[in-house]
């Protein structure tokens, strides 16, 4: 029987990390993701868990004692957020050329300037090519399940990459929802032990990690990598629908909503997700077939499905949360643009950004993105591929 | 979203209102509620304006944007009626109740024409007289819960007994005073 609840969206990440009991967490709190390190230093001061939380004294810090940790053979986290994870930046890619399968609970917010606290993707965008699975979440619900997922994944002996579970700032981490938990021992029970194969407290068998890799051996190690998070993908799958057979609720790359029959669709990500239902569900009263793409798997990008999923759509607005300064659009809309060159050229594809720096995002907006999309394909009315909404008038 | 009450708190911080408002949601919850309790974070600092929201629903509840058009509003600091367009939104079917000694007529003029129910609670009063300190949050709870009526006043006052009991199981001390402060507040408005 599931745990009937109300939890923010931090308190039930916390929840699932007692739930694994991980070995080392190394942490520096930082707004709005500092909850879950304390909620966790309470789970070990009360004696509800037995981790090894260490108190760092910055982020570039809690990345490198994570690595350390997870090198020696440990099952390791961090948690962070914004200009944490950037100062992480030059350790986020060493975590990952060394394929240690450490998770990292992020918190989505902007980063500076101006300085901001808020909601938006910046910190984890700009870390799309730093090697990590990036894995997002609409609601609590789904960052707590997506962390007991987290090791599965991470650690499975085709992938072995670091783990990045991602969920809003403020709009998830600290609203208060119902939830349902899973019981401890199904926790447990799903996640497993961790049995590290190459590991440095192995005494039988010295090994060398993180060693200078010569023109001759750089460039396999890549290559190597980007295998491991193709390999990711089935992992991804096989994990979600077997959590699905342990909770009820079953994860692929996607959430497709009302999309089969669309012929206008979103595709976005997060938090904002929830708000365009309601739209779509307003929509279809009204006689337009809208639908929705709520993208949960950024790393690796399933670009082919993606594009299946949207075929049948006329028109469709990908929604960044970011900016990539490129010109033309965000990272989100810049990679579902090339999955659709490549597999469905028919659809036709506008981005927009939203919601920078905690901009609200509101079901108003999310409708009227729809009507002019209907609007564009009825009278063939022309937008600017890329454009800002939700700018104050 | 049909059979959804919304509810926008405006408080400074400090004062509580965020606590309130995931009080509300938690009591709420334990009625067999689907709920939504979350703060609008600007610059915090001890007295700015912030703003919190709650949804309760008898459906779950999927949009995650603030609250513009709230079936009740709850100003738990009246210094805000001349700096915060507090009633905006704000839907004529539903009230607003202000923490202030004034009296409905004299805050009338603040709430721009605003048409639907006004309450005004002496929350200082309350809590002074059965905490001894000043901590509006618990006397604008039962007023809300009072006005709105999300919830039987029954499974209001047992839910939050077993709240207070839980958060302030290490200082026992308060419970009594915090209740006796629901009560007070609820039967003002009542």
């Known amino acids: ?393 | 979203m049909k059979n959804t009450v919304e509810i926008r708190w405006h408080g400074r911080g400090g004062q509580g209102a965020k606590s309130a408002a995931l009080m509300l949601a938690d009591a709420a919850f334990m009625t067999g509620k689907h709920v939504q309790g979350f703060p609008e974070y600007g610059p915090e600092r001890m007295g700015a304006p912030i703003t919190a929201y709650n949804r309760i629903s008898e459906s779950p509840i999927r949009v995650h944007s603030n609250i513009y058009d709230p079936d009740y509003v709850v100003v738990v600091d009246e210094t805000l009626l001349e700096s915060v367009d507090v009633t905006a939104g704000l839907k004529t079917e539903g009230a607003i109740v202000i923490n202030t000694t004034k009296s409905v007529e004299e805050v009338r003029p603040f709430l721009k024409g605003y048409s639907g129910g006004i309450y005004t609670i002496d929350a200082r009063e309350i809590s002074e007289k059965c905490l001894g300190r000043y901590f509006p949050n618990s006397p604008m709870l039962a007023a809300i819960v009072a006005i709105s009526k999300v919830m039987t006043k029954e499974d209001f006052f047992r839910e939050m007994e077993g709240s207070y009991k839980h958060k302030f199981a290490k200082k026992p001390e308060v419970i009594e005073g915090n209740l006796k402060a629901l009560h007070m507040a609820y039967e003002e408005v009542e």
């Not at chain 1, 595709?267 to 006689?287: F, N, Y």
């Not at chain 1, 990539?324 to 990272?331: C, T």
């Open chain 1, 1 to 393: 029987m599931a745990i009937r609840e109300r939890l923010s969206g931090n308190e039930a990440v916390s929840y699932a990390i007692k739930q694994v009991n991980p070995d080392v967490m190394p942490a520096f709190p930082i707004t709005p993701s500092t909850e879950i390190p304390q909620y966790v230093a309470n789970y070990i001061a009360n004696g509800e868990m037995d981790t090894d939380f260490i108190p760092v004294e910055s982020e570039h810090s809690s990345m490198s004692a994570t690595i350390g940790a997870s090198a020696a053979g440990a099952r390791a986290l961090t948690a962070t957020s914004s200009c944490g994870l950037a100062l992480m930046w030059e350790e986020l890619y060493v975590a990952a050329s060394n394929r240690l399968p450490l998770a990292l609970c992020l918190v989505n917010r902007a980063l500076s300037g101006p300085i901001n606290i808020n909601c938006d993707h910046s910190d984890s965008m700009g870390a799309r090519d730093t090697g990590f699975i990036q894995i997002y979440a609409e609601n609590n619900q789904e960052v707590y399940d997506n962390f007991i997922q987290a090791y599965r994944i991470s650690e499975h002996r085709d992938v072995r990459l670091p783990i990045m579970i991602c969920q809003d700032g403020f709009i998830t981490s600290h609203a208060v929802e119902n939830i349902e938990l899973l019981e401890d021992e199904k926790v447990k029970e799903f996640v497993g032990e961790y049995e590290p194969e190459n590991y440095l407290l192995n005494a039988d068998q010295p090994m060398a990690l993180g060693p200078y890799a010569v023109s001759n051996y750089y460039m396999e190690t890549k290559m190597a990598q980007n295998t491991a998070m193709n390999h990711a993908k089935k992992v991804i799958l096989d994990v979600g629908r077997e959590y699905g057979g342990v909770s009820g609720r079953s994860y692929g790359f996607f959430e497709e909503y009302r999309l089969e029959d669309a012929d206008y669709a979103l595709v976005i990500i997060g938090s904002a997700a929830g708000t365009a239902k309601d739209a779509v569900d307003a929509l279809r009263e009204q006689g337009v077939r809208a639908g929705l793409l709520k993208l949960r798997v950024f790393r690796p990008f399933p670009d082919e499905e993606i594009a299946k999923a949207l075929s049948g759509c006329k028109v469709v607005a990908i929604m960044d949360r970011s900016e990539s300064f490129r010109g033309k659009g965000g990272p989100l809309g810049a990679e579902v643009k090339a999955a659709l060159y490549d597999h469905a050229k028919q659809v036709r594809a506008y981005n927009l950004i939203y919601g920078l720096g905690g901009r609200d995002f509101t079901v108003n907006e999310a409708e009227q993105i729809y009507k002019d999309l209907e609007a564009y394909d009825k009278a063939g009315k022309q937008f600017e591929e890329y454009r800002y909404v939700g700018l104050r008038g």
